[in-house]
């Protein structure tokens, strides 16, 4: 096969990063460097501080245009980092990108060996790759035609923002939405922090744009059924939700939010895919804090929907017809949750995270009860104040001088909430107990006929989608992007991106940030209309293809593979064929396929050989 | 003034620190024009001179060099270091900015950054890039990874003896350079010009920057970076390996005396990731941080100050009311422990000030958007579109409207140049 | 480095008056220099006369230059490569000049 024809590099380039110590301050990388030099193929072999930086990158741009060299190996940090910032030097030299090769030397060798050992194991990743250059091949990425058609899934304030944002970008958007409303839990909340604007408002301008816009369909009650394609193409199978209609009328129903169209059933051809599906509130076990056993323990969300209906004059706050003298809030419920402190859930889990609204929702909501009911006494009860944002540092002060009163409790020894017993407390009907931080540690016991719990975020229940979708997920359960600074919004699903809370809580002014850095990579991927796959997919000879089907039988991607039927010397017969669009590289035909007709480009037998035989071989030493 | 030429492009980007890269790059893939101004010899910002980053601890570097160089070397962005911005105006659907570019007195186009001028030069400087801590000369390339390695000569420390210019072998040294101004036009501009951090020097609580041993943690960035002064943790004082180290957090912020009353929003997290990368350089050091509320609030952050706390960090709740420097280099730190009796004091080898952040720029007299009453660009819709200035077609992203860690900036520079497009492509539609 | 070529006589006239303008601070730096040159030749014997190395407060004791000045000088020194570290000594290290290292207090040998 294709193989036997290659011929092997003898100029291979050798490129060995320091890291700026992150290598070399464990590996020997002048040493490697003289060693390497003297493997049969490599031309010359050079070291840098940064490779990546722009003078490493011109040290290869150079000898690739001098003809000093014609592939090219850079040893340094994961490929996942810097293969494409290569690459792409590569091709400023004029030569074809995929004649380079990556060995990682430094989370694979200097980041857990140190010294001899260290310096020995970089020789043989880098000999390795030396081994695999020399067998490498020009080659050209796929060009995918790409649909200008985003899906967003999730219509509360991240999906709306992203649809928004790209019809107004000249992007063709569906907008999917399970519930019958526009608006999420955005559309649950009565005034926002902390800037005050109600967030009916919020969730209204945005449910209009995205309803009034001629590119944007929005489907409500609609569920995604299937998910098939590859990037730039996807086809999205949607299915009426069936559940109980949404109220008879039109526009903003409190609450709810923003009444939205039909759902119909159908197929939908889409680019990309804008994962938009938010997070659900953490919801207090039995017990906790006295939640469902005492009445008058509510969680933040409850009280502030209650909140919102309750008459606004009168010296104390009056909830359900009941007078609310004094009220306790205790943050953390659900979130910040320590091991071997905190009870995990049925499935064994906690929420060790910080669900980063909660402080500043809960000091928004203290200040409007003392704002409004100069006769309710708020206590606040909390492990650190987090806020961290403009505007949320202010709310904390005006909590402060509103006469909002403050108790620091640890995790350890977290307030317990009673029944009250007339005792010290008086006639609440709720007494509190904390060890106060502020106080020294003092045992402070208070009276209140309410408690509220700030209940922290948890990932929304999507296990369906992340099955369909093959979507990676955290160990927090968000959804997890590439990188958090290299890749923030992308998912290792290409043309699949995340915007807003369904990746972490978030506020809604950064859950519009987030959506809004989704929408930037879409229209970025989808403008030209085309995108470019690597090419290292399986590639069938049909000098050598029988037609037997087993690579078929082997592919793990949908569709992939196909039999035709082709005219050969000796007549019609069946043969593998790939559909490179679909093809994820794994190779799992080539290791069935009886006649070796089947290789993948750029990772092809012969060069796992070279590789081994490296990884074998005596590395001369220079030493 | 004389104008200079004019370079027309769809969007500029004033500032070039990760903010402004990242909006430049999501701008520029979508087929735009994009110019970035930048006030410093290297774009990369604050994020090119840290060590590692939380809460993942990549080396930053190896973060921040990718996007540097594929804005250096993207078809759609011109760069301009070294610029000083002196107006932008916005009239009807245009950006004008005036910009003078600052004489590096070195010639980029000739210059190929062999640092051949800085062995030459016989004029040694404390380097700002080093925190100070360890010299560079009067003329040099900035620093190991900046863009674009070009040399700059610094005129209040050069003798003009000329061994630069005798030394360089493309005769790029050019002591006689000027100031040239130039324009650029655009239709939208995004505003990306970061932070600052305010001075220990006006803080008598804690010494006026006298006591030695008492750092800023921007200094304690560059001891802990691969490529630092040192290569390793040493007391800037004397050399010596600190056994005790201590941070103190909020020390210019959520305080009105210090004229920060805002939180400073980054400084827990990178105090807990300094004091981790310091328990693996100095296993055996005690580290102390001092602090009011711990604000670890982003994706991992919470888990990461926990593990902090496994490790052995001390976190201690209490505000510092003073540092003393002690014989020998000890700094005696006096604090009121909110689980104590009144005023305590330990002694520790090094102490890191976790100053506040404050802007790098103010607009005033050069541009007309308004700012907030903590001086940060002021945003006008900042729950739906927090990149929105008051200024239509002029947008903010990062730490410019307020401290903001790498994560969240990144994210917003995508958010502003995704209103910046849609702001041209509308643009365009009108004519 | 050879001799660059001639300058013209205009620019060497606009040198004479930059040169002039500056007088004053190149008056300075120049001074400056003057010291630096001296405390790094202190160093540099120090440094050369503690064959296995010095720590900076041996150094600082041995030249009479105040130790944080001696550790700026040895984290300059480092940086240009004509100073490695050596093995600890308590709670400092030992520093020594590097073998066949060019000076980088800017002679030109
Ligand atoms: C008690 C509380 C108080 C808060 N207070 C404030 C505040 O004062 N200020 C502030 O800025 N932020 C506040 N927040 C945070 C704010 O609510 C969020 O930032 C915002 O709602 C996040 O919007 P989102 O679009 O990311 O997610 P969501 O609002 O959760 O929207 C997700 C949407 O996706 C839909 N969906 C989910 N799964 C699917 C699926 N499989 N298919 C189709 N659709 C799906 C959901 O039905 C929902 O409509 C608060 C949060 C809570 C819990
Ligand atoms: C000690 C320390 C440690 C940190 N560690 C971490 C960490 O580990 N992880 C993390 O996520 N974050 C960390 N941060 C925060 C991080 O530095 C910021 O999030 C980030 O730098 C913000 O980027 P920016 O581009 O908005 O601003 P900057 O980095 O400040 O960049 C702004 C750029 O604009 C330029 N500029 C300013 N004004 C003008 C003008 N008028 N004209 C032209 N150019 C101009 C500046 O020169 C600069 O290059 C740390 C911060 C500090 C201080």
Redesign the interface.
């Known amino acids: 096969m294709s193989g036997s024809r290659q011929r092997k590099s003898d100029r291979v380039g050798v490129y060995i990063c320091h ?4 290598i070399s ?1 464990h590996v020997d990388v002048e040493k490697v460097r003289a060693d390497v030099e003297r493997i049969p193929g490599v031309a010359v072999a050079r070291t840098n ?2 490779m ?4 490493g ?1 011109e040290l290869i741009i150079e000898d690739l245009r001098q003809g000093i060299v014609d592939r090219v190996v850079v040893a340094s ?1 994961a490929p996942s ?2 293969e ?2 290569f690459r ?1 030097a590569i091709a ?1 030299a004029g030569a074809n990108p995929y004649i380079y090769e990556h060995a990682n030397i430094r989370e694979h060798v200097s980041w857990v060996l140190h010294g001899d050992k260290a310096t020995a194991k970089a020789e043989k990743l880098v000999a390795a790759a030396v081994g695999k250059a020399r067998l490498l091949e020009p080659l050209d990425p796929i060009h995918v035609e790409a649909r200008r058609h985003v899906t967003v899934i999730g219509a509360g ?1 991240a999906g709306m ?1 992203a649809a928004r ?1 790209l019809a ?3 992007l063709e958007v569906v907008l999917i939405e399970k519930s019958p409303y526009l608006g999420g839990h955005a559309a649950r909340l009565d005034r ?1 922090a902390p ?1 005050g ?1 109600r967030a009916a408002d ?1 969730v209204s ?2 449910a209009e744009a995205v309803l009034e816009h001629a590119a944007v369909t929005v489907m409500t009650s609609t569920r995604l059924a299937g998910f098939d394609g590859y990037v730039g193409n996807y086809d999205l199978r949607v299915r009426p939700v069936l559940a109980g209609p949404a109220e008879d009328r039109n526009g903003y129903v409190p609450f709810h939010g923003v009444v939205g169209g039909n759902p119909p059933e159908l197929t939908i051809k889409t680019g990309a895919v804008i994962l938009a599906t938010g997070f659900r509130s953490y919801r207090p076990r039995r017990g906790e804090y006295g939640y469902g056993d005492l009445a008058g323990v509510v969680t933040l969300p409850e009280f502030i929907r209650l909140f919102s209906a309750a008459e606004r004059s009168g010296d104390c706050l009056v909830l359900d017809g009941r007078t609310i003298r004094s009220v306790a809030m205790i943050h953390c419920v659900g ?2 949750q ?1 091991p071997g402190i905190h009870e995990e859930d049925g499935d064994g889990r906690l929420n ?3 669900s ?1 609204t909660c402080c500043s929702a809960v000091l928004h909501a203290a200040c409007r009860i003392r704002e409004l009911f100069a006769g309710t006494r708020v206590h606040d009860l909390y492990r ?11 709310l904390y ?1 005006r909590a402060s001088k509103s006469g909002v009163l403050f108790h ?1 409790f640890t995790a350890e020894a977290p307030p317990l909430v009673e029944p009250g017993d007339g005792g010290e407390t008086g006639d609440f009907p709720l007494r509190l107990t904390v060890r106060d ?2 106080t ?2 003092e045992e402070v016991r208070m009276g209140v006929d309410l408690v509220v719990l700030a209940t922290g975020m948890e990932a929304g229940d999507i296990d369906e989608l992340v099955a369909m979708m093959k979507l990676p997920v ?1 160990t ?1 359960r ?1 959804l997890q992007e590439v ?4 890749a ?2 992308e998912t290792s699903v290409a043309g699949v991106f995340l915007a807003g809370t369904a ?3 978030m506020t ?3 859950a ?10 879409a ?2 991927l989808l ?2 209309g085309y995108v470019e796959l690597d090419p290292f997919v399986a590639d069938v000879d049909p000098a050598l293809c029988r037609g037997t089907g087993d690579c078929l039988q082997a592919c793990l991607a949908d569709g992939a593979l196909e039999m035709v039927e082709v005219e050969t010397e000796e007549g019609a017969a069946r043969q593998a064929r790939v559909i490179a669009a679909r093809c994820l590289g794994c190779g799992a035909c080539v290791a069935v396929c009886p006649t070796g007709a089947i290789d993948l480009k750029g990772w092809s037998l012969k060069q796992y050989e070279a590789m081994v035989d490296m990884i074998v071989a005596d590395i001369p030493d220079n030493a | 003034m004389t104008s200079g030429r004019t370079i027309t492009c769809d969007a500029l980007v004033v500032g070039g620190g990760i903010a402004g890269l990242q909006a430049a790059l999501d701008l520029a893939d979508q087929g735009f024009s994009v110019v970035i101004i930048e006030s410093d010899l290297s774009i990369g910002g604050k994020m090119i001179r840290l060590s590692k980053v939380f809460p993942t601890l990549d080396c930053s570097s190896c973060i921040t060099t990718p996007k540097m160089a594929s804005a250096a070397h993207h078809d759609n962005i011109t760069i301009f270091t070294w610029c000083e911005l002196q107006s932008l105006e916005r009239d009807n659907t245009t950006v004008t900015a005036r910009v003078t570019a600052r004489p590096r007195y070195v010639d980029e186009e000739k210059c190929i950054g062999c640092r051949k001028c800085e062995y030459a030069c016989p004029v040694l400087v404390p380097d700002p890039e080093q925190g100070g801590f360890s010299g560079t000369k009067a003329i040099r390339i900035p620093f190991s990874n900046a863009i674009p390695q070009v040399a700059a000569l610094d005129p209040e420390h050069c003798m003009l003896c000329g061994r630069c210019a005798r030394a360089c072998p493309t005769g790029a040294v050019d002591y006689l350079q000027q100031p040239r101004q130039f324009t650029v036009t655009a239709r939208t501009a995004v505003l990306a010009t970061g932070f600052e951090m305010t001075s220990p020097g006006d803080r008598p609580q804690y010494g006026n920057g006298t006591i030695a041993n008492v750092i800023t943690a921007l200094q304690m960035e560059r001891i802990l970076a691969p490529h630092g002064p040192y290569n390793r943790v040493l007391r800037p004082m004397d050399g010596m390996e600190p056994d005790s180290i201590a941070f103190v957090q909020c020390a210019g912020s959520r305080d009105l005396s210090m004229g920060v009353p805002y939180c400073s929003r980054f400084c827990c997290m990178y105090a807990i990731k300094q004091a981790m990368l310091l328990s693996g350089a100095l296993p055996l050091a005690d580290i102390v941080i001092y602090y009011m509320d711990i604000r670890a609030f982003g994706k991992g952050y919470e888990q990461f100050y926990q593990t902090a706390k496994a490790m052995g960090i001390q976190f201690v709740k209490g505000k510092v009311a003073r540092l003393q420097g002690l014989e020998g280099g000890t700094v005696a730190v006096h604090y009121e422990a909110q689980e104590g009796e009144g005023v305590s004091v330990d002694n520790h080898d090094l102490v890191v000030l976790s100053m506040g952040v404050v802007p790098h720029w103010s607009p005033e007299g050069i541009c007309r958007v308004s700012t907030g009453a903590d001086r940060f660009i002021r945003t006008v819709r900042p729950s739906l579109s927090p990149v929105r200035t008051d200024l239509e077609g002029v947008f903010v992203a990062g730490a410019a409207s307020g401290p903001k860690d790498i994560v969240d900036t990144i994210a917003e520079a995508g958010a502003a140049a995704m209103a910046a497009s849609n702001y041209l492509a509308a643009v365009r539609q009108q004519g | 480095m050879g001799e660059a070529q001639q300058p013209d006589q205009a620019v060497k006239e606009a040198l004479k008056r930059l040169r002039q303008k500056r007088q004053e601070r190149i008056r300075e730096v120049a001074e400056q220099v003057k010291v630096q040159k001296a405390e790094l030749k202190a160093i540099r014997e120090q440094l050369a006369a503690d064959g296995e190395g010095a720590t900076p407060p041996r150094l600082a004791e041995g030249t009479g230059i105040e130790v944080s000045r001696v550790m700026w000088y040895l984290a300059t020194l480092k940086r240009y490569g004509e100073v490695v570290e050596g093995a600890k000594d308590g709670g400092w290290f030992r520093y020594r000049l590097a073998n066949n290292a060019r000076q980088s207090g800017g002679e030109e040998q």
Do not use: W
């Not at chain 1, 519009?512 to 990579?521: I, R």
């Open positions: 890291c700026g110590g992150n301050d501080m940064f990546c930086s722009d003078p990158q940090c980092l810097h494409a910032t792409s400023r304030i923002t944002l107004d970008r000249g926002v800037t604007e919020l301008e945005l979130s910040r320590i060790e995270y910080c980063r650190d104040i987090r806020t961290y944002g403009r505007g949320q540092e202010e002060e620091r931080g502020l020294f540690g955290g927090d968000f990188h958090p600074k290299l923030p919004v990746q972490a809580p809604i002014g950064e519009c940030n987030g959506a809004a850095a989704a929408a930037v990579k229209a970025s403008g030209r």
